[in-house]
């Protein structure tokens, strides 16, 4: 948690170390020793980088991963980008190092925008709500500016089911598809029209699996359709059982103990005074975590935050609490490891996929220095995300080389 500054203090000594070794993935400075043993690691949040991929502060290995999206269809590992949820389940090798199995990429919502509102960081699809941060990754459109009501979006983030709406980590703009998702809660039933209510959209789910079973209010859902939602009404061709973060709600990642969980969501079920909540389907002990952002006392439920520490008897017992703050651009900062492949300037070139500016004058080099930015250099990255021409650029704070 709070990676930047431990990273910057490193750069400010020269150091770099972590540009000495490649790993599975292709990237640098990633595993300098994993096996097949190692501690059990779950990892659930929003990619912050590649070489091989950076979720809450972990870099693993995801040379021999199975990559999946949340219809279980198996995907490339290119098709991984900056912001997207994803879920991580393989081993430790330290504190900062591991090996994926496997990883689920999901996404929230997709469909078309019913509102934006810039002033207020939020946007509307499908009934539901979208809060942006400063840290939100835009694809396919600069940012919000850039989007129109009626643009399909696709969008990645932490899901607050009581308030049917999702703070982005990634808003990602498509080509309409005729491929229509979201998730939430369901607040109301109407089992005679086969309908249900989840934020402000009313589903019907007359030709599902849902259509013989009993959908209960409280009950979280992903729902596919083929048809755009007419009068505030979708007609679904699929409803599922989900958790928060998209998966099986049977998965929960806490079955073992010693098993060590990262997850970054939304805070649910506590009670004033009491150190024990949830975060999604994850029971949270937080008496003794060491709190970052905000603190224990402060803490109430739709905040979102980022927890760590070993599974016991079924609960996630945190060492470490970090409380988001939605308006501090630097309060998520990200990391490409790996060779430039495209380069135009300084202030244009690619890493992993992203576009880098290191035009900036206060940036820091480490084992080399601006000149020697060409392609094929091999570099570790360390910036903040802004906007660009075509989505967000990643504004390099420090840099540096090694093969």
Same mark, same amino acid.
């Given at each position: ?16 170390? %972590? ?33 091989? $991929? ?14 999946? !999206? ?47 509102? %810039? ?29 129109? $009501? ?22 990602? @703009? ?51 359709? $083929? ?15 989900? !958790? ?82 939605? @308006? ?76």
């Amino acid at each position: 948690m709070n990676q930047r500054r431990a990273v910057l203090g490193r750069l400010g000594l020269g150091a770099l170390g %972590l540009l000495t070794a490649s790993c599975g993935g292709g990237g640098v400075g990633a595993l300098a020793d994993v096996g097949s043993g190692g501690t059990g690691s779950t990892t659930i949040g929003p990619v912050s980088g590649f070489g091989s $991929v950076i979720v809450n502060g972990l870099r693993y290995d995801d040379s021999a991963a199975v990559i999946t !999206d949340d219809s279980g269809a198996t995907v490339a590992a290119s098709a991984l980008g900056l912001g997207m949820l994803v879920r991580v389940d393989g081993t430790l090798s330290d504190a900062s190092n591991g090996r994926a199995a496997t990883i689920r990429v999901t996404s929230q919502l997709l469909g078309p925008l019913s509102a934006i509102d %810039l002033a207020a960081g939020t946007l509307a699809l499908l009934g539901q709500g979208v809060k942006l941060t400063a840290t939100t990754v835009f694809a396919g459109v600069a940012d919000a500016a850039g989007l129109v $009501v009626g643009d399909t979006v696709e969008v990645w983030g932490a899901l607050d089911p009581a308030n049917a709406t999702v703070t982005a980590s990634r808003v990602e @703009r498509k080509t309409a598809s005729g491929a229509f998702k979201l998730m939430g809660a369901v607040t109301a039933v109407n089992s005679g029209a086969r309908s249900c209510t989840i934020g402000a959209l009313t589903v019907r789910y007359a030709g599902t699996s849902f259509a013989t079973g009993a959908v209960e209010i409280g009950d979280l859902v992903r729902v596919r359709a $083929v048809l755009a939602p007419a009068a505030g009404v979708l007609v679904a061709t699929e409803v599922e059982d989900v !958790d928060a973060f998209g998966g099986d709600p049977g998965d929960a990642p806490t079955a073992k103990n010693g098993h060590q969980l990262g997850v970054e969501g939304v805070v649910s079920g506590r009670v004033t005074g009491s150190a024990l909540f949830r975060v999604g389907n994850v029971a949270v002990d937080a008496s003794g975590a060491v709190f970052s952002g905000g603190t224990l006392a402060a803490l109430a439920n739709g905040d979102r935050i980022e927890v760590s520490g070993p599974v016991t008897a079924g609960v996630l017992v945190a060492t470490q609490v970090e409380v988001k703050v939605d @308006r501090d651009r630097e309060a998520q900062e990200f990391e490409l490891h790996g060779p430039i492949t495209r380069f135009t300037s300084r202030a244009s070139f690619v890493v992993r996929g992203v576009t880098v500016d290191a035009s900036g004058s206060s940036v820091v080099f480490g084992g080399g220095t601006a000149a020697d930015l060409k392609l094929g250099a091999v570099v570790e990255v360390h910036g903040l995300i802004e906007g660009g021409a075509n989505g967000s650029v990643l504004m390099a704070t420090a840099i540096g080389f090694g093969g």
